[in-house]
């Protein structure tokens, strides 16, 4: 990532964080500057806490092993360790019991709620007061998998979004039962009903006779009320395109239901992992980034975190360096048909590997 290149100490990850919002693209951008804004929050004196969720981190983690430094070197370090979370079950048993050996807080999470969500909290001593920075992202806290796994995150040090994540810590420790957030979308807390109202906000658009376009990139769309304003959606005169890796419940291209909505499922050499919701918003653009899915389970029976973006460089990259590129894909692409089984784009004149073109043109973020 630009910004962290020329690092010479802790300070400077805070201080390029503080002069704006930074959003790394995996596995084109490396996942190292997470890893590093984990160790610069360990060593600094001026760092007060570290909050974090970890669901998958995966053995000899450096993420956990900064966590483990950062206690050690007196500071407060809480941790909310999923021990549900499918395949890493043993691995994060055991990385919950050496992060309390160390006299880390280490929290189970909420009784019937998986905690999917991806978050870390650096809370710093900055002046007269503090500061809160994030690291926000659609993936784990694996740097293996995100060297595999295609994925986004975003530093920021936002008042309110830092607030947001105070409270929802706050909420999985059990010390607040919080139900309005300033900018970030919670599940099971108000995700659901921000996304539904976002999708209507569209439907608005195109009934008065505006451009009305969505653009949705999950794993699966499984949820029905989803689904169905989707549908009503269709039927309103938006355009939509679904990039659904795994499972799709929606049929596109039914006459009269679903004539406007398209799915694309890629699969290529890295695993599509981000979550991307694109909005149009009568020219106001809007994206946000998370680790919800369309699906009962993430809207409803999990702790996700879905978050915008608010640099308008970074709207304009996902927008015209990702997900446009995503849907002019003709050789990994798969088009679903309205009877629900999926056929090949086809290559045409000029072919098109969306994970091969980004890693050839990687853009300067910061621009």
Known sequence: MPAFRQVTSPADIFDAIRQENLLLHHPYDSFTPVVDFLNAAARDPQVLAIKQTLYRVGPNSPVVEALLEASERGKQVAVLVELKA???????????????QVGVHVVYGLVGLKTHSKIAMVIRREGDGIRRYLHLATGNYNPGTARVYEDLGMFTCNEEMGADATDLFNYLTGYSTKQDYKKLLVAPVNLRQRLESLIAREIGHALAGKKAHLV???????????????????QSGVQIDLLVRSICCLR????????NIRVTSIVGRYLEHSRIYYFHNGGEEEIYLGSADTM????????????????????RYLKEQVLDVYLRDNLRARLMRSDGTYV???????????????MGHRVDKKA
Request: proline share 9%; charged share 30%.
């Open 86 to 100: 499918r395949f890493d079950e043993e691995s994060n048993i055991g990385w919950a019991k050496r992060l309390e």
């Open 216 to 234: 949705i990139k999950v794993n699966a769309v499984v949820d029905q009320p989803i689904i169905q304003l989707l549908y009503q959606a269709s």
């Open 252 to 259: 596109p291209g039914i006459k009269g239901v679903s004539d």
């Open 296 to 315: 009962p389970r993430n809207l409803d029976h999990r702790v996700e975190v879905v978050f915008p973006l608010e640099k308008p460089a970074h709207v």
């Open 344 to 358: 090949r784009a086809k290559p045409g004149d000029k072919p098109l590997d969306v994970q091969d073109w980004l």
